[in-house]
């Protein structure tokens, strides 16, 4: 299905967002604009046909893959513990490399059972990020609202500093900005270049003030940027990401019960709409090409031409 307005090229979704199976979630996102997708390591196990065959599906849609989530609670472990999750991210390295994903997620420790020193920390997320060198991966390292001592950008940016590894940088999540609180003036302690993905979502309340609230509506009540009570701060990190000149991807990531429970592509009409606001009405970069909608190209080439 050919959309007349052309796909949305700065915009992505998630495949947590959606209900079905992995070629119905792939076809909404395609048939509703959108050129890339998020994956998530169950759409692949959990694909009835098997890992090689999802594989096959993903490449077959032609959709780009932004990315592929999420390695949970890694760093800080000790022993056998750490030995175990090794083992885990060397699998999922090897799932996001077979989907031509060019990162992994990782998210900031939950773990009771997770060291606080922030060298320690450090030193496995770089031991993390040589794992993913021989594989031509990155990694973004998300600070969770909810983390047990890394829970806003802030913090995770340092650590991410300390571990000092090329291919290890960011990903921003405009729920843990928000749920945090972090004010968005900490973005600009941060190289831009080390941003390596940006993951946006809304919410329905003005605050989540406890973790648990905080993990509660980041699972299961977020909502698309526009259709909650901080758009407003949601745009404002758009317009801050791409004065500071981020030029990676941003991709809806919705976890959303309602939206769960009515067809795929209805709510990958949700996200187009959304798709469209951020570009058209909070960028107002936006230059319509045939079959085409690029922001961040207009703007690359206006830098490209300024003077220096």
């Not at 959108?34 to 759409?43: E, G, I, N, R, Y």
């Not at 979502?201 to 905080?214: L, P």
């Not at 207009?298 to 300024?306: D, N, P, Q, R, T």
Request: charged content about 25%; proline content about 4%; some cysteine.
């Amino acid at each position: 299905m050919t959309r007349a307005a052309g796909f949305i090229d700065d915009f992505g979704m998630d495949t947590i967002t959606l209900s079905g199976s992995l070629p119905a979630k792939l076809a909404a996102m395609r048939d509703a604009g959108f050129t890339q997708v998020m994956l998530k390591a169950s759409d692949l196990t959990g694909h009835a046909e098997g890992v090689e065959d999802a594989v096959r599906v993903v490449k077959a849609s032609g959709l780009r893959v932004t990315g592929f989530q999420v390695l949970r609670d890694f760093e800080g472990l000790s022993g056998h513990l750490h030995d175990y999750k090794v083992d885990i991210a060397k699998a999922m390295l090897e799932m996001a490399r077979a989907v031509g994903a060019p990162l992994l997620l990782a998210c900031s420790s939950t773990s009771t059972h997770a060291t606080q020193d922030l060298d320690a920390l450090a030193r496995d997320l770089r031991k993390l990020a040589m794992l993913a060198v021989p594989l031509r991966l990155k990694i973004a390292y998300e600070g969770l609202s909810w983390g047990r001592t890394i829970n806003e950008f802030t913090t995770a940016w340092e650590v991410v500093n300390r571990a000092d590894a090329p291919n290890l940088g960011l990903g921003i999540d405009s729920f843990h900005i928000v749920a945090a609180k972090t004010p968005l003036d900490a973005l600009d302690e941060v190289d831009p270049a080390k941003i390596f993905l940006v993951q946006l979502a809304d919410f329905m309340w003005q605050e989540a003030r406890s973790f648990e609230e905080r993990m509660t509506t980041a699972r299961h009540f977020r909502v698309f940027p526009g259709e909650g009570v901080h758009s407003e701060q949601v745009a404002e990190l758009v317009l801050r990401l791409d004065a500071l000149g981020y030029g990676g991807d941003y991709s809806f990531e919705v976890f959303n019960d309602d939206y769960q429970q009515i067809p795929p592509g209805a709510v990958a009409e949700r996200a187009r709409a959304s798709a469209l606001w951020l570009g058209e009405d909070v960028l107002r970069r936006s230059v319509p090409l045939p079959n085409a909608m690029r922001l961040r190209k207009a703007h690359a080439a206006a830098m490209e031409h300024s003077p220096r």
